[in-house]
């Protein structure tokens, strides 16, 4: 009689296929639950953001970015959470790497390119704007920032270009007829200018914006020689200026009682 040699797996249960279902079923779901994650840890960092509460919001960005390296929304939040908490050199590297992961992320460039406006690389601001403007962003801000930075070069006709285009996105934001009033002066377009700061003065709420638009409306006027309507502007800019260093407008205010223009 032959010997037969029984082996251990010969003794170990074969799995059923009810049980393998079951398996797999629980490994698709941990898998699924996993890839939930970063889409919650994401979700809670824009909401954070989105209260103001931007070291909060940090957190979470951080701890998403370990988990997705590679998702550009991820990166762009961060960097306008931490161009919110005023780190700028942070905020450029985000809106980067976000750039990086994908070339055609328009809103990342609006970002970039506010950045390099506050850090007064107007050149590189009006590169960055461009490109989103060519990717087709719905962000006025594209339109905005790169006027800042044209009005910034002296470009005044492009300047006044793109301030219009974002009046017509957005018709009741004081600051872009005080940005586009200096445009107009810049371009000699005193009637205009006057338009538009006197439009600025009426939506602006906050008195330390009005004091100042109220100056350049007063410099304006004197361009024209209408020197009483420049010396009440003026006056009002004084009057409401708190501390802000105005005292070009003081000097125009002194030269328009003289019936002397401000260049």
């Not at 950045?115 to 060519?134: M, P, R, S, V, W």
Request: glycine residues 6%.
């Amino acid at each position: 009689m032959e010997n037969y040699q029984i082996e251990d797996h010969d003794l170990q249960p074969k799995p059923s296929r009810k049980s393998v279902r079951v398996i797999l079923t629980i490994v698709l779901l941990g898998l699924f639950v996993i890839s939930l994650v970063p889409r919650v840890l994401f979700t809670w960092a824009h909401t954070y953001y989105e209260k103001g509460e931007y070291r909060t919001a940090l957190i979470f960005y951080n701890v998403t970015t370990w988990i997705d390296p590679k998702n550009p929304r991820v990166y762009y939040g961060r960097g306008r959470t931490y161009a919110s908490l005023n780190k700028p050199d942070f905020a450029l590297d985000d809106y980067s790497k976000a750039i990086n992961i994908d070339s055609t992320f328009a809103v990342a460039y609006v970002g970039r390119c506010n950045i390099h406006n506050g850090q007064e690389n107007f050149d590189l601001a009006i590169t960055d704007c461009t490109k989103a403007i060519e990717l087709g962003t719905s962000d006025v801000t594209a339109y905005t920032s790169r006027g800042m930075a044209y009005l910034k070069k002296n470009q005044f006709a492009l300047a006044v270009s793109d301030l219009t285009k974002a009046i017509e996105f957005t018709p009741n934001r004081a600051f872009l007829y005080d940005l586009r009033g200096r445009g107009y002066m810049g371009l000699k377009k005193y009637e205009l200018a006057i338009r538009d700061f006197i439009k600025a003065v009426k939506l602006y709420t906050s008195n330390t914006r009005i004091a100042e638009t109220y100056c350049y409306l007063g410099v304006t006027y004197t361009r024209i020689n209408e020197f009483p309507m420049a010396i009440s502007s003026l006056e009002r800019g004084v009057k409401l200026d708190n501390g802000n260093n105005l005292e070009w407008c003081r000097t125009a205010l002194t030269n328009a009682e003289q019936g002397i223009r401000t260049p």
